[in-house]
């Protein structure tokens, strides 16, 4: 069965400080790669989007970009954190290229920026 | 433009007593349509899809949506609500010109009281 892991889980930074944040899925290949944003635990803002290795679709104009290494990987990072960078980030996953396919999410990571 | 708008910020309900949380979209072509629920500091948990077919669907937890094309809705039910139903509840759409997005509304929050 497929899983998906997303680390951190919590993690605070100073503003101006660097970002990582890593998701992996397993048991499957080529997946459709997401990232999500969610401030103060309502409304999800899809940030990012991968096909597949190397490609990459930015919703959102921000100080946020992302990265697909590998088949099964994708990194959200930043350079220099803003403290309107705060929020609950998940990653999330899907199979194929229908549109009925579902949407499976990590279960997140707090970010805190101080 | 497509979007979803889930018109209530809070449902409340009596334990025992049957639950219905809205949902409403405007999309070009078939609607996907999805429900997700999430927990407090959890990542979303798929609950159903509606692609084709019967316009009632069943899903994870005793829950069920009514897809009705002539009112745009989809409204998630369940005919008994459980205190532990209580939780925060989101619809979403796949948007038909790209298979790889999927747009969530606002989320509805869904307590249920002893």
């Known amino acids: 069965s497929q899983t998906i892991h997303q680390w951190p889980a919590t993690l605070v930074q100073p503003v101006g400080s660097p970002l990582s944040l890593e998701c992996t899925v397993e048991?499957?290949?080529?997946?459709?790669l997401y990232w999500y944003r969610q401030a103060a635990g309502r409304g999800l803002q899809l940030l990012f989007y991968?096909?597949?290795?190397?490609?990459i679709s930015s919703e959102v104009p921000q100080n946020l970009s992302a990265s697909r290494p590998q088949d099964r990987q994708f990194i959200l990072s930043s350079k220099k954190l803003l403290l309107s960078d705060s929020g609950f980030y998940l990653c999330a996953w899907s199979v194929g290229r229908g549109t009925g396919n579902t949407i499976y999410f990590g279960e997140g990571s707090w970010l805190t920026v101080v | 433009a497509q979007s979803v708008a889930q018109p209530e910020d809070q449902v409340n309900v009596a334990e025992g007593n049957p639950l219905t949380v809205k949902c409403t979209y405007s999309v070009s072509g078939n609607p996907y349509l999805f429900w997700y629920v999430q927990y407090p500091n959890r990542g979303l948990q798929f609950l159903l899809k509606?692609?084709?077919?019967?316009?009632l669907v069943k899903g994870s937890y005793g829950f069920e949506a009514e897809f009705n094309k002539s009112q745009t809705s989809f409204h998630l039910k369940k005919p008994s609500a459980l205190v532990s139903d209580s939780a925060l509840y989101f619809c979403?759409?796949?948007?038909?010109?790209?298979?790889?997005?999927?747009?969530f509304g606002s989320g509805t929050r869904l307590s249920i009281r002893p």
């Open positions: 979403a759409v796949r948007l038909y010109s790209s298979a790889s997005k999927i747009i």
């Open positions: 048991g499957t290949s080529n997946p459709n």
């Open positions: 509606y692609i084709t077919g019967d316009n």
């Open positions: 991968s096909v597949g290795i190397g490609q």
